[in-house]
């Protein structure tokens, strides 16, 4: 079929095909749709993708992405002094959205995967040790995955801040389908997860 | 929850939450993922985004999406000289998979619906008449989606094809159910419309 479609419209499709949970045929109706909008959309379109990681930077405190170098979370001195550690901004936004957490956060950019070459020194985990000192927080909330990575990471995590004197190390409550992915789950499930957390 | 995310990432958002099919969330995985990419990939795909309608062009005869002026399928003088009538060039590439068409095509460009502003004026609709005529076909087979607006320009066509001499004018056997949306058909429910056309 690959020549009954343009060059140039194939190179679109197989890129979009990339896009997480998109297949061929997703992506050809993406590409098709795509050709029926106006140049103002598309140019627009094309420019942000394209520069989406200049636009976007990280906080240097926790990791989030933002668009300056210090989030407007790890700034405000209203939060509590405790530290969600999360594996992605997405996941932030989730545990943000359910309302019933005043505390900071800490994005540790994926978790552990060996088998996917993603060792500890990948994540922002030494960064992690210097969050907690710099803001001397008292308790450390590990909200990774419930999945094989997210628990290795989670173990890992425990283990490297039992150095760190007067830090109590919980994690959420589970309840959390281990399997599940945070940023799927509804808002319910992750407040109780919260309520819960040991 | 707009706030939780840099405004650049939220704009990008937005403009993918318009693909067809895609909502927020599907909008925002497919921007965080796309943060995670190379510069390579962002600047290529953003590329083709913006100048897909610059590298695509369409055939002057069929309509087809095409990159050149006029397609393979019109130039080829081993096809049949009947003319398969589809709203996209989607459609085409899915009729054209079955295998069991040899003919031609002539691509719409949409199907009328006054609702949405498209009058029969929107369509490829003379540049058909012209087609009819310049090849001389004795056949034209209307392949419109089985919806309203599909059999509305299929009864439009059929009234105005009348006008030609030595025309027949079939339509795809139904078996379409209706409501269905050409491009998500097996192949098999398309190769039967096609033999059953009446």
Known sequence: ?????????????????????VGRKTA????????????DYL???????????????????????????MCDICTDNTRENIICVVESTEDLVQIERTGDYNGR???????????????PEDLTLSELTDHVRTIGTAEVILATNPTMQGDTTATYIRQMLEREDGVQVTTLGRGLATGANLEYLDGETVKNALKNRR
């Open 1 to 21: 079929m690959d020549s009954l479609v343009p060059p140039s419209l194939n190179e679109l499709i197989e890129q979009l095909s990339e896009l997480p949970g």
């Open 28 to 39: 050809m109706r993406y590409a098709f749709w795509l050709m029926e909008q106006n140049e």
């Open 43 to 69: 140019s627009t379109l094309g420019d942000r993708i394209a520069h989406i990681k200049e636009a976007v930077t990280m906080c240097q405190r926790c990791f989030r992405s933002f668009e300056r170098q």
């Open 105 to 119: 956060y800490h994005v540790l950019g994926g978790a552990i995967d060996p088998l996917k070459g993603v060792n």
